[in-house]
């Protein structure tokens, strides 16, 4: 594993949240004051990538108020480029997230209709000059999402992206509290042919894309390491992807979780170790995989130590409060190379 070596532009759109949440453990009914902290899947990967070294542009629009401009000033604090922000609407996408314990789920409620991004319109976006200078474009499936509107200028970025040159990701992050998977799989299919790299996890692929296998544990009734890498190919076939990256998450209870990953490229499959995470925040995570997986990728690292970087970096934000991912390439790299232990670094 290296160390950081060449600083890359790397541009993504989406919106960000404020987010509030009782304390610790307490449910929304008891809950008599909330935590806020600022966030959303677009703005977590910039977040991350500024703190490998990066040069992240986070594209969005924000009401020009005070409280959106603290949204903007909690992305300047760690490096994102904001200058792209537009700034109107009236209001700002909230969620609302309840913390699971033991055999209690998380919950989450979104607040977010009518948000200033969703009512965005796709002439906002110069995405040719935005794109210039880009070496990466990453949006996720909650964007398009949001608003027709919102998945116009979406395809526009994407499109003017390829155009350009520019490689594009996409984490499918599919919620169904914002859209059916009927509506999910007509929208998104479009973007699939200029796809450079697709993130997802095997529930999602499964339930949008009806992509399956056969090979499950007859001990756990979970798909065998050959039967992700089944759903990977088909994925890959089905829509003529260069690259897919597929993590696997293992859940005992709500605040014990196994991860692991997998990268399939046109040759081979790659899968990272497993790790064994007892959860301080969920929230972000597959977020974080994403802008690890897009950092190794653009300092050329080689496939099976991009996984596992990227598989690292997602592990060390279930440690972290809040929805930013706020490590160093270095502690990416070192709990890569075992230093997993959590001992006291002197």
């Not at 977590?44 to 969005?60: I, K």
């Not at 200078?133 to 116009?152: C, E, M, N, Q, R």
Request: neutral net charge; proline residues 4%; contains cysteine.
């Amino acid at each position: 594993m290296t160390k950081p070596h060449v600083s890359k532009r790397v541009v993504t759109f989406g919106e960000l949240l404020l987010r509030l949440c009782p304390d610790g453990e307490q449910r929304f009914l008891q809950a008599d004051r909330y935590n806020a902290f600022f966030g959303g899947a677009e703005a977590n990967v910039s977040v991350l990538l500024a703190n490998l070294g990066m040069q992240p542009v986070f594209v969005s629009r924000l009401p020009d108020h005070e409280i959106g401009q603290a949204g903007i000033n909690a992305l300047r604090k760690y490096g994102v480029d904001t200058g792209e922000i537009l700034r109107g609407g009236n209001r700002m996408g909230l969620y609302f997230l309840e913390q699971g314990a033991s055999q209690r789920p998380s919950r989450v409620i979104y607040d977010r209709a009518d948000s200033a991004f969703a009512l965005s319109d796709p002439f906002d976006y110069d995405w040719g000059r935005i794109l210039r200078k880009a070496d990466w474009f990453h949006f996720s499936g909650i964007t398009p999402a949001l608003s027709d509107k919102v998945a116009a200028a979406c395809m526009d970025a994407v499109r003017t992206a390829a155009h350009l040159g520019v490689p594009v990701s996409c984490d499918l992050n599919y919620r169904q509290a914002l859209w059916s998977k009927e509506k999910a799989r007509k929208v998104l299919e479009p973007y699939m042919a200029y796809l450079d790299l697709l993130i997802a996890n095997e529930e999602h692929i499964k339930t949008l894309f009806d992509i399956h296998s056969e090979n499950i544990d007859p001990k756990t009734g979970e798909l065998t390491e050959a039967g992700i890498e089944e759903l990977a190919a088909q994925l890959v076939h089905q829509y003529g992807l260069p690259c897919a990256a597929i993590t696997m998450r293992r859940s005992i209870h709500a605040q014990h979780n196994r991860i692991r990953a997998l990268l399939l490229n046109q040759k081979q499959a790659y899968f990272s170790k497993e790790y064994d995470i007892h959860i301080s925040d969920r929230v972000g995570s597959g977020d974080s995989f994403s802008g690890g997986l897009i950092y190794a990728l653009l300092q050329g690292f080689f496939p099976s130590k991009a996984v596992e970087f990227a598989a690292a970096a997602c592990c060390l934000k279930h440690t972290i409060p809040g929805d930013f991912c706020l490590i160093s390439a270095e502690e990416i790299c070192r709990l890569c190379e075992g230093a997993g232990s959590g001992q006291i670094q002197r």
